[in-house]
């Protein structure tokens, strides 16, 4: 709280304060009744020396305020800075000193004083403010937007100042880059259109693409401006394309086109998504008509393009030779390649003299540095039948001596194939001569030859002759060659990496498509599919194919880029493709679905896959789907039919006998099993899951013989990760639990328990014997029979058990209490520790006496409950892989006893235990 000293001088205060609130951005404190503590006067108690001071600083004070009142801020902030010098702990003139240093925008010390009103009064709203505007001013801008934030969540201001603190905060949040912070100060202020316009930016910017898109939606077009409106429809259309909706994206553009007729922005925008969704023609249009009502240079490329995409060759070279028309008297790389493209085009319109001319003029718009566009003049001039112009480019560029080789040797072959058409030998020949002391006598020779063997079928002997001429000259087109037969001869990585090469020179759109497209295969090959999908999307843009799309769509899946694969296959209309491809399609999307967790919209697309091409693979992937979705009927139809149309691959095998095992039928998931094995051995987890399926079936020393061989399969395991390794390891541990539980068929238990102190351990004198202790020991043997003894967690036991008294501080047995059992246990539930048992008891010693025992146990750990492998994992036990194991145990309160554990040694021999089990020996 603020403590003022001046009764008298309140008024003063209240007055300069409302001065400094018309000069300042915002409102101060005295300014607001909200802020009324800030000046109230106190009655302290002040006494003489506080009279005296009052007398030092008062006329400054005063002198400062009426001085704020007729506009002399300069002379008053010396007479604030005098005061403050002498009464520093006034806060009320610190504040109105640090507001009049923002009015005279001296932000540096507006920001120092608020800052030291702050350190005494640490979320005074006004301060924080104030500091943040003069941070704001003085480049600090995370200062600023602490205090922003700061002052928002202030009580001490009024609604109207936190929601300029918070839009602020807004601003500089932006500014900063921090559009999370950005979205938490929106969400203090309250919604209104043009707020929630700012909000779909910001959303767009953090890359959360549907919240953005749902908030753009929900926005009434009605409450905004034009420009906002207009701001709300791009943000429509961006974020609709980007999510795949491009009909919803296309209805925004349109929806902007009749908001701003004028404005050919909104057809560039509407020929892109028209694009994006393959109507080509309609993308034409849209550019025909941006360029008619706003025509630029850039306008008429994209609609040379599109007009080219479409197919108008005729309508794209007229664009085309618009936009040289437009780049006259302009140099440099743009209007050299339009002319470049301006000649391609007029060649595939067959105007080769118009073509030859276009390549002639790119050359000298590109400052005469690539010769090679004059060779292209000269096959257009040679085609054309104007020879004389073909021999006076290409003089010119066998004339000029920076011409690179390979260009030299390009020029010689078409000034060869010139002469040989006009008839003059006596030129060719020279040509030829030329082209060999360039080239030396079997570069050419050898490229046609190797193209001829590749056609021919020979891509061996292909290679070797490529081979041969790349060692003559590295050429990009023998690269393709090379990769292409190395493709054709089952040498996929080879393949990739010469096509690579290849690539990284001059190569026509066709020949660039082609190696594209090839590249991709050779990388999915491999097991690259991050590496095919960049290839394959290269191939798209040149040149789209249904085809490639697919492929493209299914290694970014593969790759993990699912985002991208949607958007992929967003380019489609599968009733556009034909059947198979259709079929593709839907396989494609289900596989997206499954990936994001969507089981019942995968099972849809499978299925509608499956009514445009039916193969066994497809219904054997629409099985393994019912089955994770729990529907186990319709899985196993499914996996039957595929077996019967031809899908024996081991995958499909298994799955369908896990069906069968979730459907109860344990004897057809064995078979399943059984088959899968014999097909794939190496399906290692497999062996475990028929172990368990054999214990089920009780045939224990199947399931026994299974679990060892998935034990002998453990080194076999990929591991690539420490928990991978230790996930294994616990998989192998328990697996040896299970052999030990199915192979254990005797057991053997010999206890004690020994009592020390003859007056605490006698019994009561009413026992049948005198003297008797409580110490006691005994034996005990249990057997299991065959079948019967392990079914399934249900166990049966045969015991004997031997029972006497021991000598009181010794483990030594009173001979005549000796008694000997002999009876059955029975443990009927697989799944708790309930233990029922009856024994005959004999007595063996003259003191005791025949009966009958019955009992009954129930334990509260564990129970066998093989299919529940977390749990078994959780409620380990120390068992041994063949051997005897020994452990101390506690029999009762102060009383020790030995517990011997015995069983038949394994049937496997001790050198083939892997690894893993070497510590559990």
Not at 401 to 416: E, F, H, N, Q, Y
Not at 512 to 537: H, I, M, N
């Amino acid at each position: 709280m603020f403590w003022t000293r001046w009764r008298v001088v309140r008024s003063g205060l209240v007055a300069a304060s409302s001065l400094l609130l018309w000069l300042c951005p915002v409102r101060t404190a005295a300014a607001s009744s909200d802020y009324a503590e800030l000046l109230a006067p106190k009655d302290d108690g002040r006494g003489l020396f506080d009279a005296i001071r009052d007398r030092r600083t008062y006329p400054y004070i005063e002198r400062a305020h009426r001085l704020i009142a007729v506009g002399d801020l300069e002379a008053a902030r010396k007479d604030l800075e005098i005061y403050l010098e002498r009464v520093p702990a006034d806060d009320e003139a610190r504040f109105t000193y640090g507001v009049l240093l923002s009015s005279l925008k001296d932000w540096s010390g507006a920001a120092s004083a608020m800052t030291d009103v702050l350190r005494r009064h640490s979320g005074f709203g006004p301060a924080h403010l104030y500091r943040a505007i003069a941070r704001q001013h003085d480049g600090d801008d995370p200062g600023a937007l602490r205090d922003f934030e700061a002052a928002g969540r202030s009580g001490a201001l009024d609604a109207k100042d936190r929601t300029f603190a918070w839009e602020s905060a807004v601003d500089v949040a932006v500014e900063l880059g921090e559009e999370s912070r950005a979205l938490a100060a929106l969400d203090e202020l309250e919604p209104t259109p043009t707020r929630e316009l700012r909000r779909v930016t910001l959303l767009a910017d953090l890359g959360r693409d549907r919240d953005a898109l749902r908030i753009a939606r929900g926005i009434e077009p009605e409450g905004l401006a034009p420009a906002a409106q207009r701001e709300r429809l791009e943000h429509l259309v961006q974020l609709e394309s980007e999510l795949g909706d491009l009909s919803a994206a296309r209805a925004a553009a349109e929806a902007g086109a009749r908001l701003d007729p004028d404005d050919p922005a909104w057809l560039d925008r509407l020929a892109v998504i028209a694009g994006a969704e393959g109507e080509v023609a309609a993308a034409a249009a849209y550019r025909e008509k941006a360029l008619a009502t706003a025509p630029t240079v850039e306008r008429r490329r994209a609609l040379s393009v599109a007009a080219e995409r479409v197919g108008d060759t005729a309508r794209a070279v007229q664009a085309a030779r618009g936009v040289v028309a437009e780049d006259a008297g302009a140099a440099g790389a743009q209007t050299k390649d339009d002319l470049v493209r301006l000649a391609v085009l007029e060649g595939e319109a067959g105007e080769s003299l118009a073509e030859a001319r276009a390549y002639e003029r790119a050359f000298r718009a590109g400052g005469e540095t690539e010769p090679e566009l004059l060779v292209r003049a000269a096959r257009g001039y040679a085609a054309a039948g104007a020879s004389l112009d073909a021999r006076r480019v290409l003089r010119e560029v066998l004339d000029e001596g920076g011409t690179s080789p390979m260009v030299r040797a390009d020029a010689l072959r078409t000034l060869l194939h010139v002469d040989e058409r006009a008839g003059n030998d006596v030129a060719a020949r020279d040509a030829l001569e030329r082209l060999v002391r360039l080239e030396g006598p079997t570069s050419e020779t050898l490229r046609s030859l190797g193209d001829l063997q590749l056609r021919a079928g020979e891509p061996a002997a292909a290679l070797s002759t490529y081979a041969r001429s790349l060692r003559l000259r590295d050429d990009a087109t023998i690269r393709l060659s090379m990769g292409y037969a190395f493709q054709k001869i089952g040498k996929p990585g080879l393949a990739a990496y010469e096509l690579e090469r290849g690539l990284e020179g001059r190569l026509s759109r066709t020949q660039k498509v082609s190696a594209y497209r090839s590249l991709g295969y050779a990388r999915a090959e491999v097991g690259d599919p991050a590496g095919a999908a960049d290839a394959w999307r290269r191939a798209d843009e040149l040149q789209p194919d249904p085809v490639v799309t697919l492929a493209l769509a299914r290694a970014e899946r593969l790759a993990g880029r699912t985002i991208a694969a949607s958007e992929t296959l967003g380019r489609l209309a599968p009733d556009d493709l034909t059947r198979d491809l259709r079929a593709r399609y839907w396989s494609e999307r289900s596989a997206l679905d499954r990936h994001h967790g969507r089981v019942d919209d995968a099972i849809a697309g499978e299925e509608r896959a499956i009514e445009s091409a039916a193969t066994p693979e497809r219904m054997a992937t629409l099985g393994g789907l019912l089955a994770e979705a729990g529907r186990d009927e319709e899985a196993g139809s499914a996996l039957r039919r595929a077996t019967r149309e031809g899908d024996s691959s081991a995958a499909t095998v298994a799955a369908l006998g896990h069906v069968d095992l979730d459907l109860g039928d344990d004897a057809a998931a064995i078979d399943r099993f059984e088959q899968a094995l014999r097909v794939d051995p190496d399906m290692l987890s497999l062996r475990e899951d028929l172990g368990y399926a054999y214990v089920r079936e009780v045939r224990n020393d199947d399931a026994v013989r299974a679990f060892e061989r998935a034990i002998d399969d453990a080194p076999f395991h990929p591991v690539e990760t420490e928990a991978e390794g230790e996930a294994l390891r616990r998989r192998m541990e328990r697996l040896r639990r299970e052999v030990t539980e199915l192979d254990r068929w005797i057991s053997l238990v010999a206890y004690t328990s020994i009592c020390f102190g003859e007056s605490s351990c006698l019994i009561d004198q009413t026992a049948l014997i005198e003297g008797a202790s409580e110490s006691q020991g005994g034996a005990e043997l249990s057997v299991r029979p065959p079948v019967i003894g392990f079914r399934d967690g249900r166990i049966f036991e045969l015991i004997s058990r031997v029972l006497y008294q021991q000598e009181v501080d010794s483990i030594e047995p009173i001979g005549r209490s000796l008694v000997a059992t002999l009876g059955a246990r029975y443990k009927p539930l697989a799944s708790q520790d309930l233990y029922l048992s009856v024994e005959r008891i004999f007595g063996v010693g003259s003191d005791a006496t025949d009966n009958t025992l019955l009992r009954g146990s129930y334990g509260l750990l564990h129970g066998y409950r093989p299919r529940e492998l977390d749990v078994r994992d959780a409620l380990s036990r120390p068992v041994v892989y063949g051997g005897t194991s020994a452990k101390l145990v506690c029999i009762r309160g102060g009383s020790l006893g030995e517990v011997l554990q015995l069983r038949r040694p394994s049937r496997r021999d001790a050198a083939r235990i892997p690894p893993q089990a070497e510590s559990h020996r």
